[in-house]
């Protein structure tokens, strides 16, 4: 393809369900509108032989970008851009984010560069800037990347149109890589928050309003909103701080295998495979090796990686593959040695969060507004029993020996906010029916085990729990659970070379994100999410 032909809407692959004779018919027509458009802005946009300014503006050649040489430019980058600099010469690269004529002799044009933008002023004026250059910045398309060479200055009235408080007086513009005239989404249409559509309504007005797999089937141009901005930024420091975190504790990062030959939780949501010849299929979590690796004398490991769920869940907090954050460690005497390494961590963390990211929590929270995150210095743990009868006395009943529902974490959060004032607490010794094979039954009562869930917002996001490190046991807890012991039995032998004993836990990445900054879908802050009905782009 060459740089004048634009790509069409949309294909076969970014397409979730095949297109009809009428859609394809549309989008044929809308390709051939956009090829219309992008010769017709070629054209516009053509520079004028007898203009003495011409080599001040234009698009630069490919072989000028295939590394032909190193000019020793420096670029600013946009972030560094302040008042400190004024009346010095910049360059900077970015996106054309809004382009605005103001007749034949001038033009805006607001640059965008990670989440951060800049005014930029094109003035005719002689020997500096020309008719023909204000015509070919106008005629540059929206999201097209651009090299701005200009002075810096500050105007005495505040701007409102970008983030940044400082102009750019242009003096040289290059269109470093075109976007198609037309695009799929508007950034400024994809990055608007509910209540300006609703605030828009009642004034009977209707403003474009971008769904949920409209985003995801143009994900590239979605991102690029200040609001996914930042939530794949706070998305970055969860990870760099569950990192830091145990590495500073003397945990040792490790990395397993995706690939297993059985099912790592049991059940029948696992993604299965041919392994040249050999049934197998991709981990449902890290569980069995980190395990081992605990048995190999590394006493405390971690682990972020994907995870691969095969469950056919059409929920707002389930995906069929996600990133892990996972956690084994040795245990000394009790398994609450492993909730306090999640207290400290998790309060550690929505405390960076909120002291390093605030530019990027006030971008999330002016498209998806929500409240800070209420929890305590000292994470609140509720026994189960404890959890059921605060239930019980609001009205709700839940089965002692079961599992909670969504609903009924939800009225328990709700609950446990009224009567402790935080959103973020652990349950633990949970009934064993519903805990993995691994899971470690209580001392006094093997209708228990000694595991945990903890709780964001009234949603789970945490599992974790002492295992069973005593082999023949282990045999027998997987059989219960249906599990073919001959494919996990190196996993079981590991436990009879001496084995200390042991717990963990496992998070979900994407969760802790979506519930922190208290988002409506999981799919939001999945970068490409996979679920039962996506697997593109």
């Not at 400290?344 to 530019?359: I, P």
């Not at 964001?456 to 046991?473: D, F, L, T």
Request: charged fraction near 25%; include cysteine.
């Amino acid at each position: 393809m060459s740089s004048e032909e634009a790509p069409p809407l949309i294909s076969d692959e970014t397409s979730d369900k095949k297109l009809s004779k009428k859609e394809a018919a549309k989008l044929e027509r809308q390709r051939k509108r956009q090829e219309a458009a992008a010769a017709s802005a070629i054209s516009a946009v053509a520079i004028e032989a007898d203009d003495p300014l011409a080599e001040n503006y234009g698009e630069i050649a490919l072989k000028d970008l295939q590394s032909k040489k190193i000019s020793g430019k420096k670029w600013t980058e946009l972030k560094n851009l302040t008042d400190l600099l004024k009346d010095q010469v910049v360059l900077i690269r970015g996106r054309a984010q809004t382009i605005r004529a103001v007749g034949k002799k001038m033009a805006f044009i607001v640059v965008r560069e990670r989440g951060f933008t800049v005014q930029c002023v094109l003035n005719v004026s002689p020997g500096a800037v020309s008719p023909q250059m204000v015509k070919f910045a106008t005629g540059v398309s929206r999201e097209s990347i651009v090299d701005i060479e200009g002075v810096v200055s500050v105007p005495a009235q505040p701007i409102t149109g970008a983030t940044l408080q400082v102009e750019i007086q242009v003096n040289k513009l290059y269109c470093v890589n075109k976007a198609v005239p037309t695009l799929p989404i508007n950034i400024e249409d994809a990055a608007r928050s509910e209540t300006d559509i609703e605030k828009a309504l009642q004034l009977g007005e209707q403003l474009v309003r971008v769904n949920q797999d409209t985003r995801l089937n143009f994900r590239v141009l979605d991102m690029r909103t200040p609001a996914n901005q930042g939530i794949f930024r706070v998305q970055c420091q969860v990870e760099n701080i569950f990192r830091q975190f145990l590495l500073s504790e003397g945990f040792v990062g490790i990395h397993t295998p995706k690939l297993i030959a059985g099912s790592s939780e049991g059940g029948s949501a696992v993604f299965r495979l041919d392994y040249k010849g050999t049934p197998a299929c991709l981990a449902q979590s890290p569980q069995l090796h980190k395990q081992m690796s605990i048995c190999g004398d590394f006493g405390r490991v971690f682990e972020i990686g994907p995870v691969f769920r095969a469950e056919d869940s059409f929920t707002h907090r389930h995906l069929c593959e996600f990133t892990g954050l996972d956690v084994e460690m040795e245990i000394k005497e009790h398994y609450s040695e492993v909730m306090d390494v999640v207290d400290r961590l998790f309060v550690g963390m929505f405390d960076c969060l909120n002291e390093n990211c605030s530019m990027e929590l006030e971008a999330i929270n002016k498209q998806y507004p929500f409240e800070k995150l209420k929890y305590l210095r000292n994470t609140l743990r509720l026994t189960f029993e404890e959890g059921v009868q605060m239930l019980k006395e609001a009205g709700v009943e839940i089965d002692p020996l079961g599992d909670l529902n969504t609903e009924s974490e939800r009225k328990l959060g709700q609950l446990v906010l009224e009567n402790y004032g935080t959103e973020f607490y652990i349950l633990h010794h949970y009934p064993l029916a519903v805990r993995p094979f691994y899971t470690m039954p209580c001392y006094d009562n093997p209708s228990y085990s000694n595991s945990f869930d903890v709780f964001i917002r009234g949603e789970e996001i945490i599992s974790g729990a002492q295992r069973v490190h005593v082999p023949e046991y282990l045999s027998e807890r997987a059989q219960a659970c249906g599990i073919d012991v001959k494919t996990i039995s190196t996993y079981i032998d590991s436990f009879r070379y001496g084995a200390p004993p042991h717990g963990g836990f496992g998070v979900g990445l994407e969760r802790v994100v979506m519930l922190f900054c208290a988002l409506n879908n999981i799919r939001k802050t999945s970068l490409f999410p996979r679920d039962p009905q996506r697997i593109t782009p």
